[in-house]
């Protein structure tokens, strides 16, 4: 029997407290010790017969290791960390898409393996290193992994959700003195889909933290407005537009976004560093990830450079 969820425990977090028959608050706080019980509560009453026979729920240490595994892989600013947690992911991708009910976290997991994988290919070129070309054939980007990420969002098919939710997210970052090509960033945050949700509690379209959200003026408490497409594209674009107002380029407003415009401040102060790529090596490997990727992604979708200033524009062109 293998040992259930010592992939898959820290996911089942927010799953615990949105179990929880008691209504929750701002305010309100769990013990971790409390999470643990409630995760094993929900595997002993809704886990399948066969996945019960397969898998076993892990001790409490082992969910503790795990989940500071993965916290440690994310914050790190080491790609081979981050490649190295590519076994444990895919079997925890593997054991949440045999489970009923846990489609929202396996999308959110599958966006991490595809980070990992573009990180293993990373690590192999730095220690592999090919000869600059020259001439025409100069460097096409000034961001780091954006070549690799290009690659991969070109052979990427577009989701299927994209038809429906596209053109209303497009004009909520249009009125909101966004690009409305920038709102494809919700591809790269849930493979649009409007439930899905992280281990670390975001959730929704965009991944919005409960604080951001209650920052921008959203709702997390009946309804949780993370999960109203328009509403939570109107939010994410007026962070989006505020922070390229403090750092005056894309890439960094993303980095911003999701590493917080506090960190990606100090960084540029202590680097002495004008752009992404000055301080893209001291980031976190998600955040290192993330910029390129959403970078590629808008320009596959849209074949916009958010490498150069743009603005929004008032008729934005049609979703795709």
């Known amino acids: 029997m293998r040992l259930w969820n010592l992939r898959l425990a820290p996911l089942l977090l927010p799953i615990a407290l949105a179990a929880d028959p008691e209504p929750a608050s701002p305010q309100k706080t769990t013990d971790a010790d409390d999470l643990y019980a409630a995760g094993q509560q929900l595997f002993d009453a809704y886990a399948p017969p066969e996945v019960k026979k397969e898998y076993a729920f892990p001790s409490k240490a082992e969910w503790d290791a ?18 190295r947690f590519e076994p444990e992911a895919r079997s925890a991708l593997a054991a949440l898409r045999a489970l009923p009910g846990y489609e929202d976290y396996a999308d959110w997991l599958q966006l991490r393996i595809d980070e990992i994988e573009v990180a293993k290919q990373a690590v192999v070129l730095e ?19 954006y070549s690799l990420w290009l690659s991969r969002e070109r052979a990427r098919p577009v989701p299927g959700r994209a038809a429906e939710l596209m053109p209303l997210l497009r004009a909520a970052f249009s009125a909101e003195g966004v690009p409305p090509e ?13 439930s899905a949700v992280s281990p ?24 949780d407005d993370r999960t109203d497409p328009e509403k939570s594209a109107h939010a ?19 980095a911003g976004y999701n590493a917080g415009e506090g960190r990606v401040s100090r960084l540029l102060a202590s680097k002495g560093a004008k752009d992404f ?3 893209a090596s001291s980031l976190r490997s998600e ?34």
């Open 182 to 194: 920038l709102a494809w960033i919700a591809e790269a945050e849930s493979s649009l889909n409007p």
């Open 127 to 145: 220690k592999a290193p090919t000869p600059t070309p020259s001439g025409t054939q100069a460097r096409a980007s000034s961001i780091p992994l």
């Open 236 to 254: 994410s674009a007026h962070y989006l537009r505020t922070l390229y107002a403090r750092f005056g380029s894309w890439p960094l407003a993303l």
């Open 287 to 320: 955040t290192r990830m993330y910029v390129p990727k959403v970078c590629a992604l808008v320009m596959v979708r849209t074949g916009l450079s958010l490498e150069s200033p743009v603005s929004a524009r008032s008729d934005p062109p049609p979703a795709g």
């Open 66 to 83: 795990f989940a500071a595994r993965l916290d440690q892989a994310l914050e790190s600013d080491s790609l081979e960390d981050l490649a």
């Open 200 to 223: 670390s509690g975001a959730k929704g379209l965009f991944q919005l933290m409960a604080g951001t959200a209650h920052d921008l003026g959203l709702s997390t408490f009946l309804p």
């Open 277 to 279: 790529a000055g301080i």
